[in-house]
């Protein structure tokens, strides 16, 4: 028989190792590539490696890494486990606390945590500015079409492997023996922090909660994932109609409010409004719902 709480310190314990084990794998990949290109030529492998990265090709290259990493590490865990996959990370939406009504609040309600935590976060932590501006800038320096398949793959991706390691291994794990707010605190710790910039990390903080709260209130990771997709993309693609656009928010003076496009804070405003009305449409939905059950472990599988 599996011990809910043995079980539950398994997924704490991967999810605080995937950290270090997906960097670890992303650095081996790196000083492969490096090693690869600076093969017959006096380059050092990590200058190679450099010039590489700051490519097009490249950039697809890192985040494929990236990704790839956590994707290993969560395939580890997930064979580690023995349990079969659907049920063990909540792939199945649950037909008796899910409402098709949910798909747009809760696209918005996201958006407004973003918009509404940066507001305040911002000014005490910083904006994130190198993580951030490593993604938007690798988008603006792609061509069209290559910027929009950069788009896609920041969104889907991330929405797949991060959430199926920090909110359905980890997270449905630690819900089998720990309480919601601890099992969600920390598994938005660990996912705001599984990315390298730490004041951006700080920023995903609140967001991080939202996503745990909306997966443990709907015994699901399906809504998350969409929550995700939708974050990342509207992001992503805000950052590239930017670029397209040619204006660069780095060049301009604060001061100077008729710099800046008329569109810009327009959007900017529109996206706010709809993000607050989305999130407490989508929390008063999920609040009127009886607290889910705990996930249970798969006795007939499970090595744990």
């Known amino acids: 028989m599996s011990d809910p709480r043995r079980s539950a310190s398994t997924a704490l314990a991967i999810g605080v190792l995937s950290i270090p084990i997906a960097l670890l794998l992303a650095q081996i990949a790196l000083h492969a590539i490096g090693l690869a290109l600076a093969q017959g030529t006096e380059t050092h492998p990590a200058d190679a490696a450099e010039e590489f990265f700051a490519t097009t090709p490249g950039f697809f290259v890192a985040v494929l890494l990236g990704q790839g990493a956590f994707a290993a590490v969560l395939l580890l865990a997930i064979w580690h486990a023995g349990e079969a996959v659907r049920p063990r990370l909540g792939l199945a939406l649950d037909r008796e606390r899910w409402s098709h009504g949910l798909w747009i609040p809760l696209a918005l309600g996201t958006l407004g945590v973003k918009l509404v935590s940066g507001f305040f976060l911002m000014p005490l932590f910083g904006s994130g500015e190198e993580y951030s501006g490593t993604l938007h800038g690798g988008i603006a320096s792609a061509g069209l079409a290559a910027a929009i398949v950069l788009v896609l793959l920041m969104s889907v991706l991330p929405a797949l492997i991060e959430e199926g390691l920090f909110r359905g291994?980890?997270?449905?794990?630690?819900?089998?023996?720990?309480?919601?707010?601890?099992?969600?605190?920390?598994?938005?710790?660990?996912?705001?922090?599984?990315?390298?910039?730490?004041?951006?990390?700080?920023?995903?903080?609140?967001?991080?909660?939202?996503?745990?709260?909306?997966?443990?209130?709907?015994?699901?990771?399906?809504?998350?994932?969409?929550?995700?997709?939708?974050?990342?993309?509207?992001?992503?693609?805000?950052?590239?109609?930017?670029?397209?656009?040619?204006?660069?928010?780095?060049?301009?003076?604060?001061?100077?409010?008729?710099?800046?496009?008329?569109?810009?804070?327009?959007?900017?405003?529109?996206?706010?409004?709809?993000?607050?009305?989305?999130?407490?449409?989508?929390?008063?939905?999920?609040?009127?719902?009886?607290?889910?059950?705990?996930?249970?472990?798969?006795?007939?599988?499970?090595?744990?």
């Open 169 to 304: 291994f980890v997270l449905r794990g630690m819900l089998r023996a720990y309480s919601p707010g601890f099992a969600i605190a920390v598994s938005s710790l660990l996912f705001a922090f599984a990315h390298p910039d730490p004041s951006y990390a700080v920023l995903l903080v609140p967001l991080a909660w939202w996503l745990g709260w909306v997966s443990w209130r709907t015994n699901s990771i399906v809504p998350v994932m969409w929550c995700h997709f939708t974050n990342n993309f509207l992001g992503a693609a805000f950052g590239l109609a930017l670029s397209q656009s040619g204006f660069d928010p780095a060049q301009v003076d604060p001061a100077q409010s008729e710099s800046i496009p008329f569109w810009i804070p327009a959007i900017s405003t529109a996206m706010l409004v709809l993000g607050v009305l989305g999130y407490f449409r989508a929390r008063s939905i999920l609040q009127s719902l009886p607290e889910p059950p705990r996930p249970e472990p798969d006795q007939r599988t499970s090595r744990e």
